[in-house]
Structures are given as structure tokens and as C-alpha cells.
């Protein structure tokens, strides 16, 4: 993007190799040091939502010391006391956002909400887990997949009194639907060869889609904001490209990079 930050001023490249040499030591950046090159107080400049991925070591260490060693009825006290700090952060909309959406800077809410939004689920999974027991469901996979639309469709929630809405509307889904779906999908299982593609092709995708669709985002902010067009009808096009690009772009990167690689790392260490 021509080593510009979010405001424009100019950034020497030897920070934006810094940046680069950081995230691939998933080493998080501080807000306002030089190598946070975005300008925008986030931990990884070059790509963002590896903030996601820092908050998933933090909680695979807390699982290999501890969490794993829980009993059924520890651990369920642990994923109530989660939510209902969860449920507290979102509803008194403690981060001041209106919504759930932090974790990826390192100030103190963010460092906080983004904990939180780690652990719930993360905790939550596992006493899922524990105690599953599948339900029979025809055409799971659809029904979940209607629902998530759906919940997906729902627009910013204004209202900050008594409570923040939009608040209260995402812990209705992290709390109650998503452990529902969770559940469902788990009980699922696919009984023609259409829907088994089409899961199977999702579920490949899924984790290389999230590690590199950020990097296009931002060259289309980018050419958002130096072609000055900020709505829909005027950039519907380019949007559908960023979303098919993403979409083969993740498909690449698993066949000739994700995927040989894990074979390669099986081979040499898991076999051992």
C-alpha cells in the first residue's frame, strides 16, 4: 500500500520488515511504537486478527498447566464464573465499543475482553466435550448453517440504557445459540454427496481463509479510501472479487503450502 499508515503519513520500510519479522515471531506490537505500521493501536499491523491466534497460545498454555487438570464440576464453575464476566463486560459495554469486538491491541480493556472472549469458549468447549452426547437431527448442517445466516444478518443494535443491546444480543449468541450449534452441527453427519463436499470444502478452507483474508482487506481499504467510495452501490464489484480471492487464495495456500507442510512435519515427528 506504499508503506502508508491509516492516516497517510509515510513509514520507513525498515519498520514495515519489522512489522513483517514480529508477526512471524508472533511477537505483538505495542500501540504507538514504530513498527505498528498500521496506525491503529492493533498488535499485529500486517494481519490483524492474529490477535485471535496470541489469545489461543495464551489459553493452550493455561490448558497444559491447569484447565485440563479440572474436574467436570471445577470446570463448570469455571465457564459460569467466565460467562457471567463475559455477559458483564458486554452488557455494561465496558470496552466502550457497543459491541464485543476487541482483544486485537494490547491496552488493558482490550487485553481484558479479549482474555475473556478466549476463555468462555475455550472453557466451554471443553465441558461440551466432556459431556456430549449426540442428538439425532436430520440435516444439520443446513439448519445450522440458516441459523448462523440469520443471526448474521442482524444489524448494529443501538441502545446504551439500561444496558448496552447490541451487547446483550451477541452474548445471546456466544452464550445460549453457538454452544447450541455447536452441538447440533457435532451431532450431525452428512448423508449425501453434495452436502459432504460442501462441508468437507468449508472445513478445509476454514483455517486458511482466516489467516489471509485480512492482508486483502487492507489493500481494499486502501483503494476505498484513495478512490474516495465508501458505499455499497460503488464498490460492490470489487467487494465480490476481495471475496473470491479470499475464498482461491486459501484454497492455494492449503494444497501447496498448509497441507505438505503438516504431512512433512507427521512424518518427521508424529511417527516417532
Known amino acids: 500500500q506504499g508503506s502508508v499508515q491509516w492516516d497517510g503519513t509515510h513509514i520507513a520500510t525498515l519498520m514495515v520488515m519489522l512489522a513483517l519479522l514480529c508477526t512471524i515471531c508472533f511477537i505483538p506490537a505495542l500501540p504507538g511504537v514504530g513498527y505498528e505500521v498500521r496506525g491503529n493501536g ?54 466502550g465499543y457497543g459491541n464485543m469486538g476487541v482483544g486485537w491491541t494490547l491496552d488493558g480493556v482490550n487485553f481484558l475482553g479479549g482474555s475473556l472472549r478466549m476463555l468462555f469458549p475455550f472453557s466451554l468447549g471443553m465441558l461440551l466435550s466432556r459431556n456430549f452426547k449426540p442428538v439425532k437431527l436430520k440435516g444439520a448442517f443446513w439448519i445450522c448453517t440458516i441459523v448462523l ?71 481494499f481499504y486502501a483503494w476505498l479510501i484513495k478512490n474516495e467510495l465508501y458505499t455499497l452501490g460503488e464498490t460492490w464489484q470489487v467487494a465480490l472479487c476481495v471475496y473470491v480471492l479470499s475464498i482461491v487464495l486459501a484454497y492455494l495456500c492449503l494444497k501447496f503450502y498448509d497441507e505438505p507442510v503438516r504431512k512433512y512435519l507427521a512424518k518427521r515427528l508424529l511417527l516417532k
Open 149 to 219: 445466516i440469520a443471526l448474521f444478518s442482524v444489524p448494529y443494535l443501538e441502545g446504551a440504557e439500561p444496558f448496552c443491546v447490541n451487547g446483550a444480543y451477541e452474548i445471546f449468541c456466544v452464550v445460549i445459540v453457538f454452544p447450541i450449534l455447536v452441538w447440533l452441527g457435532a451431532s450431525g453427519s452428512t448423508t449425501d454427496k453434495k452436502s459432504t463436499l460442501v462441508c468437507k470444502f468449508l472445513g478445509d478452507i476454514s483455517y486458511p481463509v482466516y489467516v489471509i483474508h485480512y492482508p486483502l482487506m487492507y489493500l
Open 42 to 95: 492493533e498488535m499485529f499491523p500486517l494481519n490483524g486478527p492474529c490477535w485471535s491466534l496470541f489469545f489461543e497460545y495464551i489459553g493452550n498454555i493455561l490448558y497444559a498447566l491447569f484447565i485440563r487438570r479440572l474436574s467436570n464440576k471445577a470446570l463448570t464453575v469455571l465457564v459460569v464464573l467466565l460467562g457471567i464476566a463475559l455477559a458483564f463486560f458486554a452488557l455494561a459495554d465496558v470496552s
